[in-house]
């Protein structure tokens, strides 16, 4: 089992930044590709990032975040990170951190741990 606790959710200004961790206790962090999946007010949850469990750690992102949101991981802190920029209001939403073995993918039912979530509220 993997636990998954996110944090470093705020409010920010449109065009501001926020840096989200998942922090992740249990089974062997470096086995799992990990991802961030938000999901806005009255929405459904989305994927925008993953980051794979080894090979030079290979990411990938949702066409509409690419240039503005960074995932990284740090498996000496079992930690992973979405580094936000040049936040817009539409971004708001809580971001979910979720968890698979293997390689990354964009779906929600691959994914076999998801943490709480932490809040991310972009102001106009």
């Known amino acids: 089992q993997v636990q998954l606790v996110e944090s470093g959710g705020g409010l920010v200004q449109t065009g501001g930044s926020l840096r989200l961790s998942c922090a992740a206790s249990?089974?062997?962090?470096?086995?799992?590709?990990v991802h961030w999946f938000p999901q806005a007010p009255g929405k459904e949850r989305e994927f925008v990032a993953g980051?794979?469990?080894?090979?030079?750690?290979?990411?990938k992102y949702a066409h509409f975040v690419k240039g503005r949101f960074t995932i990284s991981r740090d498996n000496s802190k079992n930690t992973a990170y979405l580094q936000l920029n040049n936040l817009k209001p539409e971004d708001t939403g809580v971001y979910y951190c979720?968890?698979?073995?293997?390689?990354?993918?964009?779906?929600?039912?691959?994914?076999?741990?998801w943490g709480k979530g932490t809040l991310v509220t972009v102001s106009s």
């Open positions: 980051i794979n469990n080894g090979s030079g750690f290979m990411k």
């Open positions: 249990g089974r062997t962090f470096s086995n799992y590709a």
């Open positions: 979720a968890a698979k073995v293997g390689t990354a993918t964009i779906y929600m039912r691959d994914m076999a741990y």
